[in-house]
């Protein structure tokens, strides 16, 4: 399918998503016949039925970056445009070329595309996204024929805006009469006028929620009755319903990393981390723990294991110590705190020792005291505890 230049369509400012899979028959020329989005260097998304009539991978073309095409062109392409070679054609296994059911393909680049300005990964839907809601503001792109019964593909990639159209709507009687799935997306305009036709196959239909959000890839450009035909619009692939099986090919990581950042929540919930961080670090690494933890000994033990506060103070965080037991005396501490300016540090450091064999704690209610303190999050970055009986941790 490709888009009709009935008065609205412009010719298309660079879409560094836009791929053209170009067919090369026996002969060294190359003729545009689908579309695709860019995912990574790695990979291509596209229409399955692109692939009916030739599913050898030496027969096709991918050239990235481009503005313009030349219809059977025999010449190398120029900077910044790219040209690859297909790896690997992977077809929905459930795809039906009869109902055009399951209409999804990738393909494997070799060797992999460079991303830069002209060219760069598309976004994709959440997976708690759900099916794209009306309204939107969604574009189609293509080369494809601006007339129903056009020669040959447009030579430069145009684009159109068109709406969302409700898939009870589309499926109705007068329209196309049960024929769109669930997983199908329905765009374009009750008249007619504009739409995708022939060589728009394959190709992305983005949509966006303002002007602050990116284009998200949410249909793929797959069937329609003629071409921009009155209650006939084209009916997309919803990329949302096959991300699980995107990411089973192309590897979840790699999925996670071409969608957008989730929007935040409502109020009354707790705002989440980003579901696509800056990095390739867990979830977790994001939480407020200390980017460099301090060693646990940094100077020489002292016998002093908690020092009085001022202010008594509460915390909501449980120490790594056990409480003391009921029966343990409480003028441990207060007897060699008395002494500890006559005593020798020898003598204190073999008294502490003594102590910590005796697992006796010097303070009933650690909450009354400050000091820095160690806690194990859930998530350290700390060697694990052992199978040793459990010793306090000495702070100066």
Known sequence: MALLDLSSFLVSP?????VTIQAEPTSSRRYHACGGSLLNSHWVLTAAHCFDNKKKVYDWRLVFGAQEIEYGRNKPVKEPQQERYVQKIVIHEKYNAVT??????????????????????????????????????CYVTGWGYIKEKAPRPSPVL???????????????????????????????????????CQGDSGGPLMCRDNVDSPFVVVGITSWGVGCARAKRPGVYTATW??????????????????????????????????????????????????SRPRPLY?????????????TQTSSSLMPLLSPPTP?????????????RTTL????????????????????????????????????????PLSNKPSEPFLHS
């Open 14 to 18: 660079q879409w560094p998503l836009w």
């Open 100 to 137: 055009e059911g399951n209409d999804i393909a990738l393909l494997k680049i070799t060797p992999p595309v460079t991303c830069g300005n002209f060219i760069g990964p598309c976004c994709l839907p959440h997976f708690k996204a759900g099916p794209p809601q009306i309204p939107h503001t």
């Open 158 to 196: 145009m684009e159109a805006r068109v709406d969302l159209i409700d898939l009870d709507l589309c499926n109705s009687t007068q329209w196309y009469n049960g024929r769109v799935t669930s997983t199908n997306v329905c765009a374009g305009y009750p008249e007619g006028k504009i739409d995708t």
């Open 241 to 290: 319903d096959y991300l699980d099986w995107i990411a089973s090919k192309i590897g979840p990581n790699a999925l996670h990393l071409i969608q957008p950042a989730t929007p935040h929540p409502p109020t009354t919930r707790q705002p989440m981390v980003s579901f696509h961080p800056p990095s390739l670090r867990p979830p977790w690494y994001f939480q407020h723990l200390p």
């Open 298 to 310: 940094l100077r020489p033990l002292r016998p002093l294991l908690h020092r009085p506060s001022s």
């Open 327 to 339: 029966a343990q005396p409480a003028s441990f501490a207060t007897q060699h705190m008395r002494h």
């Open 344 to 383: 020798s540090f020898a003598r204190r450091l073999q008294r502490l020792i003594e102590a910590l064999k005796m697992r006796t704690y010097p303070v009933k209610h650690p909450s009354q005291y400050s000091g820095p303190i160690h806690y194990h999050y859930r998530f350290s970055t700390f060697e």
